[in-house]
T-cell receptor, first 114, second 112 residues
Framework: AQSVAQPEDQVNVAEGNPLTVKCTYS??????LFWYVQYPNRGLQFLLK??????LVKGSYGFEAEFNKSQTSFHLKKPSALVSDSALYFC????????????FGAGTRLTVKP | EAQVTQNPRYLITVTGKKLTVTCSQN?????MSWYRQDPGLGLRQIYY???????DKGDVPEGYKVSRKEKRNFPLILESPSPNQTSLYFC???????????FGPGTRLTVL
């Protein structure tokens, strides 16, 4: 079965600095990769996805992610962090060989300090 | 407004008392899923459905049932809840497997 790992429980950055939230995955076929964000007491909101095509994917709120097949990674990035970016971030993967099963990482809590 | 709704939002119950959490989407999506969110474990898929009358087990189906009699509704049933089912539950829908999911607001369940 597919799996996804977010190696950092917590990421702290200063406002205005670049941020990276890491994600690695394991699939049998081709990956469908997603990033979601969860604000306190809210459901998850979609940020961006990679299905096929360009390895650099741009999404909502200035976020982007780079698909790296050789490293099986899909790290989330933003050039300049905002305090309002503070939230819980989830990476998720579907396997093209079993695309009914969605696996989520454990989540990374991002804190952006003024 | 396109949305996924869940009810109730909060529920405190006792062990063994059957309960149903409803989920409804107004986007005509084929795919629907139920997840539970627990600290340090992220979201784990309980059940999913690819269309009406088509459902299958996810990662943690034990103790749960679902049905999909209509495209818009996907209720989650706990026949005999136990304290280890205390969790935050999310329903989600999407047009297909390569599409992003739309999530409901969540249902916080406490089983005493």
């Amino acid at each position: 079965a597919q799996s996804v790992a977010q190696p950092e429980d917590q990421v702290n950055v200063a406002e205005g600095n670049p941020l990276t939230v890491k994600c690695t995955y394991s699939v049998s076929g081709n990956p469908y990769l997603f990033w979601y964000v969860q604000y306190p007491n809210r459901g998850l909101q979609f940020l961006l996805k990679y299905i096929t095509g360009d390895n650099l994917v741009k999404g909502s709120y200035g976020f982007e992610a780079e698909f790296n097949k050789s490293q099986t990674s899909f790290h989330l990035k933003k050039p300049s962090a905002l305090v309002s970016d503070s939230a819980l971030y989830f990476c998720a993967v579907r396997d093209s060989y079993n695309n009914n099963d969605m696996r989520f990482g454990a989540g990374t809590r991002l804190t952006v300090k003024p | 407004e396109a949305q996924v709704t869940q009810n109730p939002r909060y529920l405190i119950t006792v062990t063994g008392k059957k309960l149903t959490v409803t989920c409804s989407q107004n986007m005509n999506h084929e795919y629907m899923s139920w997840y539970r969110q627990d600290p340090g474990l992220g979201l784990r898929q309980i059940y999913y459905s690819m269309n009406v009358e088509v459902t299958d087990k996810g990662d943690v189906p034990e103790g749960y049932k679902v049905s999909r009699k209509e495209k818009r509704n996907f209720p989650l049933i706990l026949e005999s809840p136990s304290p280890n089912q205390t969790s935050l539950y999310f329903c989600a829908s999407s047009p297909g497997p390569a599409n992003e999911q739309f999530f409901g607001p969540g249902t916080r369940l406490t089983v005493l």
